[in-house]
């Protein structure tokens, strides 16, 4: 065997051990960030859902603010205590996609656009018109992998799916 290429196939698997171990750590932590930070403004702050409530998707439309409301906070505090210490990961990564979806077509989405290049002024960062979905849109990119590929292994998932294992 081609020993430079030996040594890249070695190198490449090694990164790839590292990638279980930190790789899904690392997006785990960011999102923890994020809705952490997100549920604890929501948390000291006061519920504006009702002025917005007629914007949810169904069904979330049809559920009081208060409880919308309630139910935000709640999952992204504990979602993100949740994905620092990856337990239930992939529930709460599931659960975070639909708050961000939620949060994104009732918040986020342009109220009107009449070409895709219009819709696509609002994948941006800005608070100038157009909307404003580039960020929730990043959310759910970053949220999926933790959904199809669980926490990683520096979790309890991990750990428990380990003892599930090795003592059944």
């Known amino acids: 065997m081609n020993q430079p290429l ?3 196939r070695q190198g490449l698997n090694a990164f790839d051990q590292v990638g279980l171990w930190i790789g899904l750590l690392s997006l785990r932590l960011l999102l923890a960030w994020e809705f952490g930070e997100a549920g604890l403004e929501k948390l000291h702050g006061s519920n504006w859902f009702a002025d917005i409530q007629d914007q949810f998707p169904w069904p979330f439309q049809l559920i009081p603010p208060d ?7 709640g999952f992204e505090v504990v979602g993100a205590v949740a994905l620092v210490i990856g337990l239930g990961t992939r529930f709460f990564s ?17 109220e009107s ?8 002024q609002g994948y941006a960062l800005t608070d100038k018109g157009h909307g404003n979905f580039k960020l929730p ?7 999926l992998p933790l959904v199809w590929m669980g926490p990683g292994r520096l979790s309890l998932d991990a750990l428990v799916r380990k003892r599930q294992f090795c003592c059944a």
């Open 6 to 8: 030996h040594i890249a």
């Open 67 to 73: 409880i919308n409301w309630s139910l935000a906070t």
């Open 94 to 110: 599931a659960s975070l996609i639909v708050l961000t979806w939620v949060a994104m077509f009732s918040v986020h989405w342009p």
């Open 113 to 120: 656009w009449a070409t895709l290049g219009e819709l696509l």
């Open 137 to 143: 849109v990043m959310y759910i990119a970053m949220l």
